[in-house]
């Protein structure tokens, strides 16, 4: 019984070359295949990292055609690597399908993790918030964008899309339409390139940013938009205020504040100023 082949999804740079880590460079040099989304793309890198690769085509156009010859391949015991023109196969990008494939044919998917650009641009936009949402590319047509987004409006995670230099004007004016004017918008713009941008600012003053240089609108883009700020509702403020003056019974204020935040999901520094609030009042009753 022969051995099956293994599948590696190897993450490749989104721009700066020295961002390749070694062991792509190890396993990019080892293996039988490589499936790469542009070959005359991935030619130039490889052979600029001294690597030589068989190539085979695996883009948008003939994934569906191609993984089957490709699981095949990997059956018969070759080892083969799946990457994309930057950053991470399967991420808004080719490879998903080969994977599922993979799987279902119990073929060994490693993951070889390197450059993504969602994850660049939210490291260093500074962006206050526990949790974000992916959405990568939205539609193209503009009434099918404000659907799109339309549904996204109101969920308090800060969302990140992926967009193209031809659309972003007529995208950050859809995201102006469709959400409040005061929510924050961050533009990272070629991401580890030459001319390499990070900059934020409300929505309400984006169209105007990005028109008054037009070098603003060129390169691949990622935004990330500030999600919706959740209003608290009468119920659960009496909510919160019953478990804080039942926790403030037993526990320091800072550790009762800390616990109420967990279990009624309220933020952390509400829980905190109502408590000081009740201390406060607490006080004041018992020295008038």
Same mark, same amino acid.
């Given at each position: 019984?022969?051995? $099956?082949?293994?599948?590696?999804?190897?993450?490749?740079p989104?721009g700066? $070359?020295?961002d390749?880590?070694?062991?792509?460079?190890?396993?990019l +040099?080892?293996v039988?295949?490589?499936a790469a989304?542009d !070959?005359r =793309?991935?030619?130039?890198?490889?052979?600029?990292?001294?690597i030589?690769?068989?190539?085979?085509?695996l883009?948008?156009?003939?994934?569906?055609q191609?993984?089957p010859?490709?699981?095949?391949?990997m059956?018969?015991?070759k080892n083969?690597?799946?990457?994309t023109?930057?950053g991470?196969?399967?991420?808004?990008?080719?490879?998903?399908l080969l994977?599922?494939a993979? =799987?279902?044919?119990?073929?060994?998917?490693?993951?070889?993790?390197?450059a993504?650009?969602?994850v660049?641009?939210?490291?260093?936009a500074?962006?206050?918030?526990?949790?974000? $949402?992916f959405?990568?590319?939205?539609?193209?047509?503009s009434s =099918?964008?404000?659907?799109?987004?339309?549904?996204l409006?109101?969920?308090?995670?800060?969302?990140?899309?992926?967009?193209?230099p =031809?659309?972003?004007?007529?995208c950050v004016?859809d @995201?102006?339409?469709?959400f409040?004017?005061?929510?924050?918008? !961050?533009?990272?713009?070629?991401?580890?390139?030459l001319?390499?941008?990070?900059?934020?600012?409300?929505l309400?003053?984006a169209n105007a940013?990005?028109?008054?240089?037009p070098?603003r609108?060129?390169?691949e883009?990622?935004?990330i938009?500030?999600?919706?700020k959740?209003?608290?509702?009468?119920?659960d403020?009496?909510?919160?205020r019953?478990?804080?003056?039942?926790?403030l019974?037993?526990?320091? $204020?800072?550790?009762?504040?800390?616990?109420?935040a +967990?279990?009624t999901?309220?933020k952390?520094? !509400?829980?905190?100023?109502?408590? @000081?609030d009740?201390?406060?009042?607490?006080?004041t009753?018992?020295?008038p």
């Amino acid at each position: 019984m022969h051995t $099956l082949g293994s599948l590696y999804v190897v993450a490749t740079p989104i721009g700066n $070359l020295g961002d390749i880590t070694q062991r792509a460079l190890e396993v990019l +040099k080892s293996v039988d295949l490589v499936a790469a989304e542009d !070959t005359r =793309h991935s030619g130039q890198l490889l052979s600029h990292l001294g690597i030589s690769a068989k190539f085979v085509a695996l883009h948008e156009h003939n994934e569906q055609q191609a993984t089957p010859r490709l699981i095949a391949d990997m059956q018969a015991g070759k080892n083969v690597a799946i990457i994309t023109d930057a950053g991470t196969p399967a991420i808004s990008d080719p490879g998903t399908l080969l994977v599922a494939a993979a =799987h279902a044919a119990n073929i060994k998917v490693v993951p070889v993790p390197g450059a993504s650009a969602v994850v660049c641009a939210l490291s260093a936009a500074g962006i206050v918030a526990p949790h974000w $949402l992916f959405y990568g590319f939205l539609p193209a047509k503009s009434s =099918h964008r404000r659907l799109a987004l339309q549904t996204l409006k109101s969920l308090p995670y800060a969302l990140v899309f992926y967009e193209a230099p =031809h659309r972003i004007t007529e995208c950050v004016e859809d @995201l102006s339409t469709i959400f409040e004017g005061e929510r924050r918008i !961050t533009f990272g713009r070629e991401l580890t390139k030459l001319f390499e941008s990070i900059h934020s600012l409300p929505l309400s003053e984006a169209n105007a940013w990005l028109a008054a240089d037009p070098n603003r609108q060129r390169g691949e883009f990622v935004l990330i938009v500030e999600g919706a700020k959740i209003e608290e509702s009468d119920e659960d403020h009496r909510q919160l205020r019953d478990t804080l003056a039942v926790l403030l019974e037993e526990l320091p $204020l800072k550790q009762a504040a800390h616990i109420a935040a +967990k279990l009624t999901g309220i933020k952390k520094n !509400t829980c905190y100023k109502l408590a @000081l609030d009740m201390r406060d009042d607490t006080e004041t009753e018992e020295n008038p």
